[in-house]
């Protein structure tokens, strides 16, 4: 009787297939960094979000191993339930003190930071209005909470004024990410801030590949426009260029109070884990006592973009160390990956959905712990390939 009930798993995965929409994923037979082992061969690595390349930097390991011996591994249960340790109360309280706000609220992961903070602010009878190319977490957390949905084109101003005009009485909220993922550049935010006051609505950034990038020593997106105390609520996540794992809320007291209470994520699922409590905590602060790497990661980034241009291939509307290389057509940017890992680079081709048709790419995340040598390595192999796929 319950043959066949799960055929569609097949026929999906399948489907997945035809379309070239399946994912492969590589196994990295060690430590992120960059330079990766993959299948015993090592790899120039230009597929992580480690900016910073604190995923493997010993001081945060040893902080984590420290941690553990005092604290143990994992945190019991959730907060409301099994307390509170010291660990994340210092994490809660060093990363109010780095990104200038009066509080923040860690999560377990960027995602659940969204899942957790959406629907405790926008409800049934609210609207939320969302840039056009916001990331998966704030689309799930959006629907979750019941608002209606109101979509403006990415970074359009006067299509986000058009919006909050059609929209009716209720709870506002734009939300915007602060770098786009896919493209690097930048929310217009100062335009959003003065939008959102003339409106009254609420503004909600999610910062994840602004924090440790931009800002004054990697302060984000908030501090890069000095726009504090203006947006009421940033999210960010550990897992970039902090090289740990983990989500934080920041904002007004009144606003993590709240959060507390309301946010399911906090109080139905259990705490950070005291490693990645610990290490999140020591990559706050060094960088709160130097921008160095931080410099150093723009340094990379500028260096490799202007040799991709040189080359006469382009990038895209990048401002920031996200570097798209535009190949064009799908299959020329997977045959591109498929060459550079043949050529020891480790490198993804973006192509439709998760960007327009016509515009795959690919794209190239620069980290500090590059040296000079490595990106003229790949400077030289995009050159080689690009020839041979006659792109230049
Ligand atoms: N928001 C944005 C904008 C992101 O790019 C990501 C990571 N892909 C997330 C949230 C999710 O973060 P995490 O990996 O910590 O769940």
Redesign the pocket.
Known sequence: MTQGKMDFIDRDLQELKDEGLYKNIQTLEGAQGAWVQIKGEKVLNFCS?NYLGFAADPRIKEAAKKAIDKYGVGPGAVRTIAGTMTIHKELERELAEFKGVEATLVLQ??????LAAIPALADKGDTIISDEL??A??IDGSRLSRAAKKVYPHNDMDGLEKVLKETPEGKKLIIC?GVF?MDGDIAPLPEIVELAEKYGAMTYV?D??GEGVVGRAGRGIVDHFNLHGRVDVE?G????ALGV???VIAGSKNLIEYLIQKARPFTFSSALTVPDTAATLEAVRILSESGELVEKLWENARYFQKGIKEIGLNTGLTETPITPVMIGEAHQAADFSRRLLEEKIFAQAIGFPLVARGKARIRVMISATHSKDDLDFALEKFKKIGKELNLV
């Open positions: 979000n992961s960027g995602f659940s930071a969204n916001n990331h977490s704030i990410d993922s999610d994840a590949h999210v996540t550990f897992s970039k794992m983990g989500g």
